[in-house]
């Protein structure tokens, strides 16, 4: 059964920090995209960050670039977001999204592409 499976997640004051991971179980993320997707109160789901697993490649939503890091830790099959210098902005639900591709293109970090979700999980910065 595929499986995946978000940690991490909380409340932090602006400028901190946090990690999510999401653990990938019943399969293998060599063949896969995976990314992290949020959805801010009001506002409709979007990507923040996916990876390309063979490529490595990846992509970032604008308002996290430089500030938010994607990583894949092959052995441990699970994806890693550093989030860094978080800003109010960035509250919201955050999942973890993969689908099965053939070759990465940034324009696959899209909520209509992913087939497999995680949980939701929290992400609160304020003062």
């Known amino acids: ?4 499976v978000e940690s ?4 932090v004051q602006p400028g901190g920090s946090l990690n999510l991971s999401c653990a ?8 896969y995209m ?4 949020r ?14 697993s063979r490529s490595a490649n990846t992509m970032y939503a604008h308002a996290v670039q430089g500030r938010f890091t994607v990583s894949l830790d092959k052995v441990k099959n699970t994806m890693n977001l550093q989030m860094n210098s978080l800003k109010p902005e960035d509250a919201g639900t955050y999942s973890c999204g993969a689908v099965r591709i053939e070759g990465f293109h940034s324009a696959m970090c899209s909520t209509n592409t992913v087939a497999y979700w995680a949980q939701e999980t ?6």
């Open 122 to 127: 929290q992400v609160t910065v304020s003062s």
């Open 34 to 37: 995976i990314g992290w997707f």
């Open 39 to 52: 959805q801010a109160p009001g506002k409709t789901r979007e990507g923040v960050a996916c990876i390309g």
């Open 1 to 4: 059964q595929l499986q995946l």
């Open 24 to 31: 990938a179980s019943g399969f293998r993320l060599d063949d």
């Open 8 to 11: 991490g997640g909380g409340s």
